[in-house]
């Protein structure tokens, strides 16, 4: 049985997808919306020596990993799709379009923070003008203070009355520092509308494309695992995508501002859930990964240097990070 589906000659389902990490079509497979996500084009970016990024294999790990560890995550299944006019196959994944065909709305955060109340009009206003000036580049409007998402859990009747939904963001939080996730934006999370029942309820987790390291060749990743020191830079110095006090940080200097600004109660309480998870379950993450083919018919999947690098990093980042907040 083969390892990587075909995608080529799926029927489009005309539906659109938003993004800006690739190109996606829309696709009907076995009776069910999924979307598939093409690999990033790299010729605009600076100091990558790679054709195209590694986002697929990105997509389906980090997913996997969320599923091996228990979450409610979107289905991804790799594929190849061959680009007819150029005739060239290629890797990619495709993801279950978790909205039931359509009679499920996934409202994202961008939206949830406007839902309107009092409190929440008044606090917000004060919050703002309590933070300084961004202080760092390359902070986009994508970008959220952790502040603002705090406030929203107080005041906000979509978490209040979905609590369950804030356990969950903080503990997606610490296993995107494990797969070095750093694009959670306000675009990448959310809740699921059900019309018929008028009721909100956490989505599936979606988005993982970002984890790991997707614009890396083989030779930068030996180079790095051939120095320790380089490893554990590279390892512990991911980007965190939410701020505090309008920094953006990687992801340990991140969780020291949120201890220092008095910011972690929720956080203390995942932690100890999300260790426990990663501890009982590591074996079967670093099997996935191992077991994963390195290729089929000629389409790379994924190297060895890439399944040492993954597994590596995150030993990194669950011994020398995430154990000790």
Not at 108 to 133: T, V
Not at 135 to 161: A, Y
Not at 162 to 185: A, G
């Amino acid at each position: 049985m083969s390892f990587l589906m075909d995608f080529t000659k799926l029927p489009q389902s005309n539906l659109l997808y938003g993004g800006n990490a690739g190109l996606k079509r829309g696709v009907i497979w076995n009776g069910s919306h999924w979307l598939i996500k093409f690999p990033q084009e790299t010729s605009t970016f600076d100091k990558v020596d790679i054709s195209f990024t590694t986002s697929p294999l990105s997509e389906y790990v980090g997913s996997h990993i969320f599923e091996i560890l228990g979450y409610n995550v979107h289905k991804a299944s790799l594929g190849i799709f061959n680009n007819e006019k150029i005739n060239r196959k290629q890797l990619v994944v495709a993801c279950q379009d978790f909205t039931n065909n359509g009679r499920l709305k996934l409202i994202d955060y961008e939206a949830i923070k406007n839902n309107y109340s009092d409190g929440l009009q008044i606090k917000l206003s004060e919050l703002k003008m309590s933070l300084p000036e961004y202080k760092s580049k390359g902070i986009s409007s994508h970008t959220v203070p952790i502040e603002e998402i705090i406030l929203q859990f107080k005041e906000n009747s979509i978490f209040i009355n979905n609590p369950e939904s804030q356990k969950l963001f903080w503990e997606v939080l610490i296993i995107d520092c494990l797969i070095n996730n750093n694009d959670r934006n306000k675009n990448n999370w959310g809740f699921l509308y059900d019309p018929s029942l008028n009721t909100y309820s956490p989505a599936p987790i979606y988005d993982n494309g970002a984890s790991f390291v997707s614009k890396h060749s083989d030779e930068k990743l030996l180079k790095l695992l051939s120095d320790q020191s380089a490893l554990e830079n590279s390892a512990l110095n991911g980007m965190c995508y939410y701020t505090v006090n309008n920094e953006l940080l990687n992801f340990r200097n991140f969780f020291r501002k949120l201890k220092e600004n008095h910011l972690d109660e929720q956080l203390k309480a995942a932690l100890q859930s999300v260790v426990s998870k990663i501890t009982t379950k590591w074996a079967d993450i670093k099997s996935f990964i191992n077991d994963l083919p390195c290729e089929e018919n000629g389409i790379r999947i994924i190297s060895d240097i890439q399944k040492q690098f993954f597994i590596k990093t995150m030993e990194i980042r669950f011994e020398k990070l995430i154990k000790t907040l």
